[in-house]
């Protein structure tokens, strides 16, 4: 039970310095981003996936609610699609990944580092206060998030580890 509880400790501290971090957060996904995985991509500012890639986010299918990101969902996609995505957790593909507003970019697989190291190199150039003020001021509908839905999810999540449903999912 305390390792559960750190555990979401530490995806709310995640969650919270991924949302308030002044620089720019760039994803370069290149494989299977499933779970807290999916959620850190998601949680970035820019995300870039490898046409070899995919997102899923499975939480609900283990018996966890899930909480360390999926309620990022709602802001890029819209309720109702998140909630199909999250309900089902099926996986995405880097096209409709972008297609939908949950990533920026697909790109093939060998130049994907090339292409996020070009895009942080774009970035440094923009001016900082301007960007970090923008970042901060974009990402205030998730800020006004934490203490609410994904609080909510971060309990629930923590409740349902101890749950049937997830021991007989594992």
Known sequence: ?????????E?????AGMVR???PIIAAVNGPAVGLGCSLALLSDLVLMADTSFLADPHLR????????GMVWPALIGLSRAKEFLFLGERI???????LGLASRAVAADELMSEAVSLAKRLVKVPSAALRDTKFALNAYLEAQLPGAFE??????LASMGSPEHRDAV
């Open 21 to 23: 971090c002044p620089l």
């Open 152 to 157: 909510h999810a971060f309990t629930g999540e």
């Open 62 to 69: 283990m018996g966890l609610v899930p909480g360390d990101g």
């Open 93 to 99: 593909s880097p096209q409709k990944a972008v297609e």
């Open 1 to 9: 039970e305390v390792l559960r509880a750190q555990t979401i400790d």
């Open 11 to 15: 995806a709310r501290a995640i969650v």
